[in-house]
C-alpha cells in the first residue's frame, strides 16, 4: 500500500505483482483425498432413443464400477452424463452394482440425466451405504437447456432456497462439496455464490451474538471441489484443458482439493 501510494498508478500495478508473486511463492498445496477416486472414461456419446446401445452403455459402465469395487476406496466419482437418462430400467439394471458398494461401504457419484415432465435435467446420482439422492446442475446451457422465458426447459438455481437439490453444496461422506458440472466450470459465478450462499443460515448449536445478531452457520464452506464433465465432441479442441484450469484456480484460491473425472473424446 506504501509503494503504491508513493509511486501513484503505476504502483498498483507493482504491488499487485508483488503481491501476486508472494502468495504464489507461498503457496502451499491442498492435501490430496486419497479415499476419494475419479474414475476417467472414453465413450462415445450415448444413443439415448436406441434401447439395445442404452442397454449395452449400461453393461459396459457396471462392468468398470464392478471391477473398481474391490480395491476402491470410499468415494468413487464417475463422469457428468456417463449413465445418460435415468429411468426405471436403469435403476433396475444398476441395483446389484448399487448393492455391492453399499456392502463395502463405497459412496458411488454417478453422472446422469433425470427424467423430468420437461426434459432431462443433468446431475449426479450419488449412492450412499444410507441412501440415494440427487445433485442437479444449477446452471444449464443457455438455449440448448436452459430458457428463463419458458418452463419446459431445464431450470436455473444458484441458491439452496430455490431448491437444495441445485444448490451446488452436499454432504458426501462427512465432506462438505461443491458441485460443478462440465458447462458451469467456465463460469465461476455459480461456484462462487453456492459457496458464499448455500444453506446459509442460524446455527443452533451457536444461537446468537449479542452485536452481530444470528450466527451464521460456517457448515457451508466447502472442503472438496468435484468436477464432473462429458467432452467426447472436445476432440483435438481446447476446452477441456480450460475447464480443467478453471477448478483448479478455484481449488488454489480456496485452498481446497479438487476431484474431477471427465469422460474424453475416443
Known sequence: ?????????????LSLTLAALCTNALFRPPPVLP????????????????????MERQAALMALVARQLPS??????????????WT????????????AARARGITLILGAQRVEDWGLHNGALIVTP??????????PIPLAEWNPFSDRMAPSG????????????TDIDGTR????????DLLVLPQLVSAGFADLGTDPKLGTDPILGSVPNLGSVPKVIVGMANLWWTGGMAEPWVQQQMLAGLGRLW???????????A
Open 1 to 13: 500500500m506504501l509503494l503504491s501510494l508513493a509511486l501513484g498508478a503505476r504502483g498498483w500495478a
Open 255 to 265: 485452498g481446497i482439493p479438487v476431484v474431477r473425472a471427465v469422460n474424453g473424446p
Open 72 to 85: 476402491a476406496p470410499s468415494v468413487l466419482l464417475l463422469p457428468e452424463e456417463i449413465a445418460g437418462p
Open 88 to 99: 426405471a430400467a436403469e435403476d433396475f439394471w444398476w441395483q446389484p452394482v448399487f448393492a
Open 35 to 54: 479415499h476419494w477416486v475419479a474414475l476417467a472414461t472414453q465413450l462415445p456419446r450415448m444413443a439415448a432413443s436406441d434401447a439395445a446401445s442404452r
Open 158 to 169: 444458484w441458491f439452496a432456497g430455490a431448491s437444495g437439490l441445485n444448490s451446488g453444496m
Open 130 to 139: 444410507t441412501q440415494t439422492r440427487w445433485q442437479l446442475a444449477r446452471q
Open 177 to 184: 462439496v461443491l458441485f460443478s458440472f462440465c458447462y458451469e
